[in-house]
C-alpha cells in the first residue's frame, strides 16, 4: 500500500503539473501511480463504442454516534467501452450521489475494484465526460487483481442541508481484454467528517471486469464435426411409407 508520507509527495507532484491532461499510466502488478485527467482529443485509443452501461444501486450504510443514526447511500455506474482505435475494452466505473442523512457531509477516501488478474491496465480518468472529481492515486495488489484508487481530496457529499454532492469522473482502465463479465466486486471506503469517526465501507457485486476470450475451434474440428453429423443422418433408418 501507499504510505501516507509517501501519498503527499504523489499529490505535490500532481499538483506541480497542474490540471493539464495526458495519456493514462500503466499500472502493474504491484505497482502505484499517478492517476491524471484525460480527454479522448489526448488519448484517442479510449474513444470507442459504449458496449455495457447500468447502474449499481448500492447498500444504505449505517453508523450510530451516540444517539443519532447516520445513513448514506451510493450508486456505481458501470461502464465499458471497446476501443476504437484496437477493440480492446476500456473499463469506466464512476461514482454517483444517492443521499446522505446525517449531521455532518460524508467523505469518500477510495475505492477498490477487483477482478484484473492477469491482464494489463492502465489508469486515468476521464475529464470530458459528467463528474467533479477523480482519484489522485492508483496501485495495484502483487498479484494484479486488485486495483484501489485514492482520492488526494476526498469526494464531498454533503448532508440533507442544501450544499454539495460531488461524483466523481468515469475512471478509465484500459486493458488488453477483448471480453467481459459483470462478476467483479467494488468497494467504497469513506467516513463522516468529525460525527461518526472511522472507515466504512460500501460493497457492490456486479461490476464489469475481464475475462479471457472464447477460444475457438480449429477448421478442422469443426469440418470434422460436420462430418459426422452427416454422417449420423445417412445411417438414421427410413420410416417405412
Given at each position: 500500500?501507499?504510505?501516507?508520507?509517501?501519498?503527499?509527495?504523489?499529490?505535490?507532484?500532481?499538483?506541480?503539473?497542474?490540471?493539464?491532461?495526458?495519456?493514462?499510466?500503466?499500472?502493474?502488478?504491484?505497482?502505484?501511480?499517478?492517476?491524471?485527467?484525460?480527454?479522448?482529443?489526448s488519448?484517442?485509443?479510449?474513444?470507442?463504442?459504449?458496449?455495457?452501461?447500468?447502474?449499481?444501486?448500492?447498500?444504505?450504510?449505517?453508523?450510530?454516534?451516540?444517539?443519532?443514526?447516520?445513513?448514506?447511500?451510493?450508486?456505481?455506474q458501470?461502464?465499458?467501452?471497446?476501443?476504437?482505435?484496437?477493440?480492446?475494452?476500456?473499463?469506466?466505473?464512476?461514482?454517483?450521489?444517492?443521499?446522505?442523512?446525517?449531521?455532518?457531509?460524508?467523505?469518500?477516501?477510495?475505492?477498490?475494484?477487483?477482478?484484473?488478474?492477469?491482464?494489463?491496465?492502465?489508469?486515468?480518468?476521464?475529464?470530458?465526460?459528467?463528474?467533479?472529481?477523480g482519484?489522485?492515486?492508483?496501485?495495484?495488489?502483487?498479484?494484479?487483481?486488485?486495483?484501489?484508487?485514492t482520492?488526494?481530496?476526498?469526494?464531498?457529499?454533503?448532508?440533507?442541508?442544501?450544499?454539495?454532492?460531488?461524483?466523481?469522473?468515469?475512471?478509465?482502465i484500459?486493458?488488453?481484454?477483448?471480453?467481459?463479465?459483470?462478476?467483479?466486486?467494488?468497494?467504497?471506503?469513506?467516513?463522516?467528517?468529525?460525527?461518526?469517526?472511522?472507515?466504512?465501507?460500501?460493497?457492490?457485486?456486479?461490476?464489469?471486469?475481464?475475462?479471457?476470450?472464447?477460444?475457438?475451434?480449429?477448421?478442422?474440428?469443426?469440418f470434422?464435426?460436420?462430418?459426422?453429423?452427416?454422417?449420423l443422418?445417412?445411417?438414421?433408418?427410413?420410416?417405412?411409407?
Amino acid at each position: 500500500m501507499i504510505t501516507a508520507h509517501f501519498k503527499i509527495i504523489l499529490l505535490t507532484a500532481a499538483l506541480s503539473m497542474g490540471v493539464s491532461t495526458g495519456n493514462a499510466a500503466t499500472l502493474n502488478p504491484g505497482g502505484s501511480t499517478i492517476v491524471t485527467g484525460t480527454t479522448e482529443a489526448s488519448s484517442p485509443e479510449l474513444a470507442g463504442t459504449v458496449i455495457n452501461d447500468n447502474l449499481i444501486n448500492g447498500p444504505n450504510v449505517e453508523q450510530i454516534p451516540g444517539n443519532a443514526v447516520f445513513v448514506a447511500n451510493f450508486d456505481v455506474q458501470n461502464r465499458v467501452v471497446r476501443s476504437d482505435l484496437d477493440g480492446t475494452l476500456i473499463f469506466a466505473p464512476r461514482i454517483l450521489f444517492g443521499f446522505n442523512i446525517a449531521l455532518s457531509p460524508f467523505l469518500i477516501d477510495s475505492f477498490t475494484l477487483t477482478g484484473f488478474a492477469g491482464f494489463d491496465t492502465d489508469v486515468a480518468y476521464r475529464t470530458d465526460g459528467p463528474g467533479d472529481r477523480g482519484p489522485t492515486f492508483a496501485e495495484r495488489s502483487l498479484s494484479g487483481d486488485a486495483l484501489d484508487f485514492t482520492f488526494g481530496f476526498p469526494l464531498f457529499v454533503n448532508n440533507l442541508v442544501a450544499g454539495p454532492a460531488q461524483e466523481s469522473y468515469f475512471t478509465s482502465i484500459k486493458t488488453n481484454a477483448i471480453a467481459f463479465e459483470n462478476t467483479g466486486r467494488l468497494s467504497i471506503f469513506g467516513r463522516w467528517q468529525g460525527d461518526a469517526p472511522g472507515t466504512v465501507r460500501i460493497d457492490y457485486t456486479g461490476l464489469a471486469v475481464p475475462v479471457p476470450a472464447p477460444v475457438p475451434l480449429p477448421a478442422s474440428i469443426v469440418f470434422l464435426l460436420g462430418s459426422f453429423g452427416v454422417l449420423l443422418g445417412l445411417r438414421r433408418p427410413r420410416r417405412p411409407a
